[in-house]
């Protein structure tokens, strides 16, 4: 067992707090955490990252959100993270990342500077987005695009902490294993949870799962779900990639790409609020 909290964590003279940390995996592949939002790529620049999958010592992230990353999803607002701290501890079989997300940032979108927060600009947002999509996704391509062009910019505000969400990674040789804890959360009645492992669609472009179903690029879809036991994302050739299974959430599949904007590509999980703790494997695979 791995302390979840703070204070537990600090008790613990084997867990070192810090700002930066890279995990080798193989003589090509690493994994690297941050406590602060780096690399800072475009609409989530400010928004804090799981784990960054590194490649010949480039991270492969992209607009991605990392491995690992949660989301909560309340009636009237959807929390993201803009502040954590890291701890890591070296075993002898092992590396354990605990990261603590404070839950401190909502999106919000602004016409040509000016904000748009009150109830029925927001209202109206909603609308043109369920023109646009069937489902009501946490990203949309089509839906930024119009945005887009209507000169309408999203970005993630800071706000009063709802709490943290506290990941855990274990790290052992190929495998992560990934425990989420959602218990430490001081808002009450939450409708849903996200953990999303994203990294980037422009390294990141073929989809494959157990059903062997092969997709690339556009034909992975926004965020679709995965019928599969198994589903890997990979890059073009399949020599690098990530494989994750169904677990007991809903997993779904989604990529969307546009130039200096949107570079994502991921495996995302859709949690029954009840859980409070949630835990899945990925195998990084190639290298």
Known sequence: MYPSTS???????????????????????????????????????NLQKGLILIFN???????????????????????????ATVFVSECRNCTVVSKEFHMDRVSRKS?????????????LLRYLADLYQKHQHLRSLLVESFFEKMGIKSNFVKTPSIGKV????????????????FSLLDRKNPRKFFILNE???????RYIDANHLELFDKQIGAWNLVQANWACI??????????????????????????NSLDWVG??????????????????LGG
């Open 7 to 45: 204070s537990e964590l600090l008790r613990h003279s084997d867990l070192s707090k810090v700002n930066m940390y890279t995990i080798p995996i193989s003589d090509s592949l690493s994994l690297r955490v941050y406590s602060d939002a780096r690399p800072y790529n475009w609409k989530i620049a």
């Open 57 to 83: 010592g480039f991270e492969k992230v992209g607009e991605g959100t990392g491995f690992g990353f949660p989301v909560v999803v309340y009636a009237d607002e959807t929390y993201f993270s803009g502040t």
């Open 111 to 123: 016409f040509k500077h000016v904000k748009l927060q009150n109830r029925k600009a927001r209202a």
């Open 166 to 181: 506290l990941i855990s990674f274990t790290i052992n040789k190929r495998f992560i294993h990934v425990k989420a804890d």
């Open 199 to 205: 990294q980037s669609s422009k390294f990141f472009r």
């Open 234 to 259: 990979t890059s073009i050739n399949g020599k690098i990639g990530f494989k994750m299974w169904k677990s007991d959430g809903i997993l779904r599949r989604g990529r969307e790409f546009i130039n």
């Open 267 to 284: 495996l995302d999980y859709e949690i029954d609020p009840r859980k409070t703790v949630f835990e899945y494997e990925i195998e990084i």
